[in-house]
Nanobody
Framework: VQLQASGGGLVQAGGSLRLSCVAS????????MGWFRQAPGKEREFVAA???????STADSVKGRFTISRDYAKNTVYLQMRSLKPEDTAVYYC?????????????????WGQGTLVTVSS
């Protein structure tokens, strides 16, 4: 599975962005897909995940503001981000987890996209 993330950019606080991650390969439909982010000087952290069946989970820090979804026809996973805050500034990565393992843990994800930068100005 190869992943290509896009949609990052500069936005003012309170604004919205939608990130996209296009996957190549037939394994996409069976993978759990996740979004992680890494802010400057910080470790990469879990943001959201969507299972092959459609169930989702989001981190407490973005709950109610970010929504993850997937389109099987387009082999794409999305992260809709609303009410953005300066602390959401980070490089956002999409990842695919084809096997078992915690969806919260980076090491469970086998495939990673290149990252897309989101900058939220105050």
């Amino acid at each position: 599975v190869q992943l290509q993330a896009s949609g990052g950019g500069l936005v003012q606080a309170g604004g919205s962005l939608r990130l996209s991650c296009v996957a190549s390969g037939r394994a996409f439909s069976s993978c759990t897909m996740g979004w992680f982010r890494q802010a400057p000087g910080k470790e990469r952290e879990f943001v959201a995940a969507v299972w092959s069946g459609g169930s989702t989970s989001t981190a407490d820090s973005v709950k109610g503001r970010f929504t993850i979804s997937r389109d099987y026809a387009k082999n794409t996973v999305y992260l809709q981000m609303r009410s953005l805050k300066p602390e959401d500034t980070a490089v956002y990565y999409c990842a695919a987890k084809p096997y078992s393992g915690s969806y919260l843990t980076e090491s469970s994800y086998r495939y990673w996209g290149q990252g897309t930068l989101v900058t939220v100005s105050s």
